[in-house]
């Protein structure tokens, strides 16, 4: 039987009344999550040798990665070890470092400093960190929408055709965040043959976050890099990942790959801002991700404690009255896009957060901070608790239905 709007404003009331404090903001791992890769913190100790690949881990030096570091970035990436880079701990962190690369060296062609304007592509509803990072950076945004099967591509290939500002295209092309698709075949093809179309120096931002965080089965993302090597565009591609929402957040390995003379040219800018990589982090994370099996074992145990939040946020959604809002099913990664109708995202969102739920803000998911519909909302449900997260989806259900 349907409530009445004041049962549900009775309902509401009485969630405000419990003054709870509910989080949906942020795709974080959860506890139980980390709890899984704690050998981390151990699996070095009482080691005979400080040694990997024969060098000593706990000196400066190779600043692309230990040898075995590399090939663990290579099973994320889809390109050999010797193109890949392992540093640091975090992908968005490269992708920044990528950029300045470009902003004061170019890539093959002038720097980015030396140009008027620089535009970037953005499929939307996209990463915030993104937009905010080419935002500071100074680069102008061009939206694009995606599709369910990555970005509008006749779009995509118009603008690059007609302005001539385009030197690039950030994608996120698996379980991306947040509407949780996976480019289609024909949508990866077509977006490495992007760059004939663009400036000698276009580059392709290819952040694969999600690369291996399938829950379900899903579609088989194409490997681009490949597909760049047919159509001779390897030195227009950056591949960004990290371990970040494999083992832990923030403690994990990241990745860069690109061809010998991109990366090159990214060493020659980076080799300034850092002396080495830190290699205890990569043998301990080699030691914990032996090989692609154990890689294989240990998402398939992670997606046993995710699955379930994503089959909670599912149940309540579809009870919503058809036609109120669309949301994305994933078969993977972090989280759930939720379309309101037209201007409906902020009033959800005030009253979500009115009742004790925290959303990511409206327009977080589009350039500059502005939903220009007024209508997405990004759900992650992954670090919450299960009673948690059925709380909050309460309270987000009965706000999308108070604010018709
Ligand atoms: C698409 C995407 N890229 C990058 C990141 C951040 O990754 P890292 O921790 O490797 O910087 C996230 C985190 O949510 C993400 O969703």
Known sequence: MKASKTELQKK?????????????????????????????????????????????????????????????????????????????TSSLNLMAAMMQTLYFRGNGDLAWKERKKISILCPVPGFDRHFSLCEEMGINMISVPLTGDGPDMDLVEDIVKKDKSVRGIICVPKHSNPTGETYSQEVVRRLAKLPKLGSKDFMIFYDNAYAVHDFSKSKKLANIYKLCEQFKTTNNISLFASTSKVTMAGSGLAFIGGSDKTLKNFLSYFSKIIVGSDKVNQARHVKFLKDSTALKKHMEKLSVLIKPKFDIVESYLSKLPEGIAQWSMPTGG?????????????????????????????????????????????????????????????????AVLLSE
């Open 12 to 88: 509401y009331k009485d969630f405000q009344k419990l003054k709870l404090n509910l989080d949906l903001t942020r795709g974080k791992p959860s506890a139980e999550q980390l709890n899984l890769a704690n050998s981390l913190m151990t699996n070095l100790s009482g080691a005979k040798s400080y040694k990997l690949n024969d060098v000593d881990i706990r000196n400066y030096g190779e600043i692309d990665g230990l040898p075995d570091a590399k090939k663990l970035g290579s099973a994320f990436l889809g390109i050999k070890p010797s193109n890949v880079i392992a540093n640091g």
């Open 334 to 398: 972090y989280f759930v896009s939720f379309t309101a109708k037209p201007g409906k995202a902020s009033k959800i969102y005030k009253l979500c957060f009115e009742a004790g739920l925290k959303l990511t803000p409206v327009g977080a998911t589009f350039p500059y901070g502005k939903d220009p519909d007024n209508q997405n909302l990004r759900l992650s449900p992954t670090q919450v608790k299960n009673s948690d997260l059925k709380k909050s989806m309460e309270i987000f259900t009965l």
